[in-house]
Structures are given as structure tokens and as C-alpha cells.
């Protein structure tokens, strides 16, 4: 998936073509390392039970984990991207698709980072009712109740990184 999705980013970048609002979630989504999202069962040493995983409040726990802390690097890289020619921000794809400025821009992908804040959180105060209808035992339940914790904490952990890394200027 991510390799499908960086093929798309270059083929962009060879023919000068933003990506649409529409279409830009779900190609960020592949591009910031979907694996990842399936390391934290192994690194915490639990497995999600599969009816769970593949149920679509998990996708958007997922989802919206990937959404959020993607989009906040976004927001973040927006001058260095630009800077480099680089069409794939949200917040690029925002002010081409809608004819904003970069500070209307930001402030527009500010609020689907929000919505989809929301999304993720809302997904998982769904999950003790799914645990009840898949009936996860008192242990699977802990364990994927680890998972979506670690999902819940990403965010918080992308912004830290991006205010303690010297690796864009978030002051600008």
C-alpha cells in the first residue's frame, strides 16, 4: 500500500498534478507508513482478535490515528514543502483545491485535523460495546484496549516531536 501510494505521489510530481481534497486523505494515509500502525500489536506484545481489527470502528481508530498525526506534520512541513516544490500537504492540496490563502489553508485542515480528533476518539469509546459483541474475553479486551490506547496517545506524540525536533521551523 505504501509503495502504491508513493508511485502515485511521484507520477503527481512528474506531471505536475496536485492531488483533489477528496482524493488526498486516503493518499496521505498510504504514504505516511501504514505499517507502522500494525507494528504496536507486536511491540507491545498483544494481539487485536481479527473480528475486531477488521471491524470499521477499528479502521477508524486506525484511520483517524493516521489522519491526524499526518495531517499535523503537514501543517508543520507546509513551508519547507512548498519550499521544495512539493504539491503533497493537505494544506497545499487545500489552497489549490478551494483558492484559499496559506493562512485560510491552515486554518481549513486545522479543522479536519479536529473533525477527525473527533472520529478518532469517538471510535474508541465505541470499542467496550464491540468487545461485548465479539466476545472478547476479559484479556483480549485488555489487550486491544492497549492498542487503542497507544492509537489515542500517537497524536499527542507527533506534536511533541514536532515542537522538540529541529527538523521543521513550527514557529513560522
Do not use: M
Amino acid at each position: 500500500a505504501q509503495g502504491a501510494a508513493c508511485r502515485t505521489e511521484a507520477e503527481n510530481r512528474c506531471a505536475g498534478r496536485v492531488p483533489s481534497a477528496a482524493e488526498y486523505p486516503a493518499l496521505r494515509r498510504g504514504t505516511v507508513g501504514p505499517y507502522l500502525f500494525d507494528l504496536v500489536e507486536p511491540c507491545l506484545g498483544v494481539e487485536v482478535p481479527a473480528d475486531l481489527r477488521e471491524s470499521q470502528t477499528w479502521r477508524t481508530l486506525v484511520d483517524a490515528c493516521n489522519d491526524v498525526t499526518a495531517w499535523c506534520n503537514d501543517v508543520a512541513s507546509h513551508h519547507k514543502e512548498r519550499a521544495n516544490g512539493d504539491v503533497h500537504n493537505y494544506v497545499t492540496v487545500a489552497a489549490h483545491a478551494f483558492g484559499l490563502s496559506d493562512a485560510e489553508a491552515v486554518a481549513w485542515v486545522n479543522d479536519r485535523i479536529a473533525e477527525r480528533a473527533e472520529d478518532l476518539r469517538g471510535a474508541a469509546r465505541r470499542l467496550p460495546g464491540l468487545f461485548d459483541e465479539f466476545g472478547l474475553t476479559p484479556v483480549e479486551a485488555r489487550n486491544a484496549s492497549k492498542v487503542a490506547c497507544a492509537f489515542l496517545t500517537a497524536p499527542r506524540a507527533q506534536l511533541e516531536w514536532l515542537l522538540e525536533s529541529e527538523r521543521y521551523d513550527v514557529t513560522a
